[in-house]
Nanobody, 125 residues
Framework: DVQLQASGGGLVQTGGSLRLSCATS????????IGWFRQAPGKEREGVSC????????YYATSVKGRFTISRDSAKNTVYLQMNSLKPEDTAVYSC??????????????????WGQGTLVTVSS
């Protein structure tokens, strides 16, 4: 079974940093694009950043470009999201997902049926 477990969330002040981890199992890690999504209270789920399975290509939402960095570690079957210069509007539950599609398709359309439990990020002003 595909399993995805997000961790690393917490409470941070504006301008602070957090690193989220998505630990995965149950599938061929190197064959799947992996993405981070977030959902704030009362808002729709938003694709934050996705990374490809093959060439390392990435996709970032406009709102996080230059502040967030996605990476993957094949030895640990884990994807990371380094979040810097955090803003109150980054407050949300962050979840990870996987699929065998392009990073843009994954982040823009979230076609996957596989979602892990999220981790809450709260940025105080």
């Amino acid at each position: 079974d595909v399993q995805l477990q997000a961790s690393g969330g917490g409470l941070v002040q504006t301008g602070g940093s957090l690193r989220l981890s998505c630990a995965t199992s149950g599938f061929a890690f190197d064959d799947y694009a992996i993405g981070w999504f977030r959902q704030a209270p009362g808002k729709e789920r938003e694709g934050v950043s996705c990374i490809s399975s093959s060439d390392g290509s990435t996709y970032y939402a406009t709102s996080v470009k230059g502040r967030f960095t996605i990476s993957r570690d094949s030895a640990k079957n884990t994807v990371y999201l380094q979040m810097n210069s955090l803003k109150p509007e980054d407050t949300a539950v962050y979840s990870c997902t996987v699929d065998q599609v392009s990073v843009e398709t994954l982040c823009r359309f979230a076609p996957s049926d596989f979602w892990g439990q999220g981790t809450l990020v709260t940025v105080s002003s």
